[in-house]
């Protein structure tokens, strides 16, 4: 491969691996969100998945215990939102802040009380990790697939099966939903714990596949942008794995870009790169760059009349 | 567990009953949930909660770092509790006491060699001040007239404000010669005195004074009543003629106000001089302070006084048992978050009945 050819082929993979745990967390956060459920809590999420993939894997040998074990602690943060958001009917913003908070505090106290290394977990070995699977080079681990798989079936099971039909219509308007004799409760558990898989393999993915063990705070914000993502791309699958893309490819060239000096411009603030999903998502929101209507029921607990 | 499973409705809960016994029973449930992880861990968690109230209150030193923690506490707390009361949800205290605490820094390093003490000090204060309330103002503006939505738009404002300090930090106000990311040094005219030989210091004045001000504000003045009113019922609240999207500038700005002053305890007070992240999590732990003190400035002040102590005594209990870090703090104000907001429905019936078995 000559240079240039290279240096776009490492540009794309270094996107894709960006992208990658933003587009799970944006797919399972489109779940929650078409249900009507709001999930500020993906950051939480995707924390203690990572914490506890690295853990397990780092325990037991076995990184495919541990994408069980990220799944199953996501799944816990899951449900608890659920019992808060669904059968307490409890604030949902609320909810969703407190797993974040709960998720950075209990993630560093484990690691230290079970490591001592500091809130880390030991670094770990080529076989304890998720590793490339066709070109070393650009990290294509197995999660990587999956995660670009995950985006063509959010948009089956939302758009063309009768669980996708109904989860649009609960995300609407529950009431329809109820009077047609369906559960509005259990539909929405559905939703919140497809969004708890999807969260916990994308922390799997930071801690043991594009990471070699875990951090503290390594999600760094990351469950916000796919939160950005979703606004981004209107709550359509496709359009948020656009703009996960183009927020993964922003992160790329901010790391490309440190201390180089553009011709022209002069040095470009890497911190401005890091802040445009944000600005961007902002902009949108403020109907500059068209309209995001969301869900319309997103955020209303639903209580049913008697 | 069904909705038509739920028992009728009993009757409200009498007033002690919602502010008194119902915050103590949630932070009651988060410190069983703590004990438990404690124990998971392998300490005993009596001996743990033993040391974190000697850490907390067992000197006159450990009072102070206490009332000094308390006092950042206040201010986030109280900044969350104004923006409830108007029906808005601020998760952004975060970035504005960060702003908040640059505009207080900016004012000092320009004026701290011209200025004499009594001058520079309110000058600090209006500056953290203004600039809070202008972070807070971007996102008001957003909700008031593009009717984009305030919680989103102040958490994506936190990361652009934490963005905005680390290029500030390390490119422009850095210190000549400084290998780490800090301002010069405060001039001595800029630099409040420490109380109690500790971090504490006359900031805790200042967190009072905006305790008595706010209620005074939302309770005693007719801009608080019309604030309130947006919180309560939108749609009477216009028809009262309250100019709804005022309201909500002048709620968020306040809000953003009062969390910039976390900047004048920190940076004044303690850290005299310009430097990242010594807002860290003041601004998520106000919305636990504000839930617990049921947004109310008296409940505030006892909760930030609570959570203070809560951050003094688990400092002091890590040293005691590493097994423990400091994190745990996180740990409770998650869990009361979780207890005294989201899941707030959970005791009430418990209680409910408790109360409604009594003649």
């Known amino acids: 491969m000559d240079d240039a050819a290279s240096l776009v082929f490492l540009m794309f993979a270094a996107t894709l691996r960006v992208a990658t745990p933003l587009v799970f967390c944006a797919m399972g956060g489109l779940f929650s969100e078409k249900s009507g459920i709001i999930d500020v809590g993906l950051e939480g999420k995707m924390l203690v998945a990572a914490f506890f993939a690295a853990a397990t894997a780092s325990t037991t040998g076995s990184p495919w215990a541990g994408v069980a074990a990220g799944v199953a602690a996501a799944e816990v943060l899951a449900l608890l939102h659920g019992f808060a958001c669904i059968t307490h009917r409890g604030n949902q913003v609320v909810s969703g802040v407190a797993l974040n908070i709960l998720a950075a505090g209990l993630t560093v106290v484990l690691g230290n009380a079970w490591f001592a290394q500091g809130g880390q977990t030991p670094p770990l070995l080529a076989s304890e990790r998720l590793m490339p699977l066709f070109f070393p080079r650009a990290g294509d681990n197995i999660l990587l697939y999956v995660g670009l798989l995950s985006v063509p079936l959010t948009w089956w099971l939302i758009a063309r099966t009768r669980f996708g039909l109904r989860l649009r219509a609960v995300g609407e308007m529950p009431l329809a939903v109820d009077a047609a004799g369906i559960s509005v409760t259990w539909l929405r558990y559905r939703a919140v714990l497809l969004c708890g898989l999807l969260a916990g393999l994308a922390g799997s993915y930071l801690s043991i596949a594009q990471g070699a063990g875990f951090s503290r705070d390594m999600t760094a914000g990351q469950g916000f942008i796919a939160l950005a993502a979703i606004i981004f791309g209107k709550w359509r699958p496709f359009p948020a794995f656009g703009a996960c893309l183009m927020f993964g490819l922003l992160d790329a060239v901010a790391i490309r870009l440190q201390g180089l000096k553009v011709p022209g411009i002069g040095e470009v603030p890497v911190q401005l790169i890091q802040a445009l999903p944000y600005l961007l998502t902002m902009f949108l929101l403020a109907g500059f760059i068209g309209r995001a209507v969301a869900p319309k029921a997103v955020g209303v607990p639903y209580e049913k009349e008697r | ?314 400092a002091e209990m890590s040293f005691d048992i590493p097994e423990i870090t400091r994190e745990m703090v996180v740990v409770i104000q998650g869990l009361v978050i979780l207890f005294s907001g989201a899941l707030e429905h959970l005791p009430r019936p418990w209680l409910q009945a408790l109360l409604a078995r009594r003649p």
Do not use: K
Not at chain 2, 28 to 33: D, E, G, Q, T
Not at chain 2, 155 to 174: K, R
Not at chain 2, 224 to 244: C, K
């Open chain 2, 1 to 314: 567990m069904s909705a038509s499973r739920r028992p009728p409705p009993a009757r409200p809960l009498p007033l002690w009953a919602d502010v008194i016994v119902l915050p103590l029973v949630n932070i009651a449930l988060a410190f069983i949930v703590v004990g438990i992880i404690v124990a998971i861990i392998g300490v005993d968690p009596l001996r743990a909660l033993r040391l974190l109230v000697v850490g907390a209150v067992g000197s006159p030193q450990s009072i102070g770092y206490t009332l000094y923690y308390a006092t950042n506490f206040a201010f986030t707390g109280l900044a969350v509790a104004v923006a409830f009361h108007a029906g808005l949800f601020n998760i952004g205290g975060e970035g504005q006491a960060y702003i908040g605490g640059l505009g207080c820094g900016l004012a000092v390093l320009a004026f701290d060699g011209v200025l004499p003490a009594w001058l520079l000090i309110p000058v600090a204060i209006a500056a953290a001040a203004l600039f809070g309330a202008a972070w807070a103002a971007v996102p008001a503006w957003l909700q008031a007239w593009r009717g984009s939505h305030i919680v989103i738009t102040t958490i994506m404002f936190n990361f652009v404000a934490s963005a905005l300090m680390v290029y500030l930090m390390v490119n422009v106000l850095i210190a000549p010669g400084s290998m780490t990311p800090q301002s010069r040094t405060f001039g001595p005219a800029a630099q409040l005195p420490a109380l109690m030989g500790s971090a504490l210091n006359l900031s805790i004045v200042l967190a009072l004074a905006c305790c008595v001000g706010v209620w005074i504000f939302l309770w005693h003045t007719s801009w608080g009543y019309a604030l309130r009113t947006i919180g309560h019922n939108p749609a009477a609240a216009v028809y009262a003629g309250t100019n709804l999207r005022r309201m909500t500038m002048l709620a968020m700005c306040l809000s953003g106000a009062l969390a910039g002053f976390v900047g004048v305890n920190e940076l004044l007070g303690v850290q005299h001089r310009l430097l990242l992240d010594f807002q860290a999590g003041y601004g998520f732990a106000g919305i636990a302070v504000a839930l617990m003190g049921r947004n109310h400035p008296l409940g505030v002040a006892l909760a930030a006084l609570l959570f203070g102590a809560l951050q003094q005594g688990g």
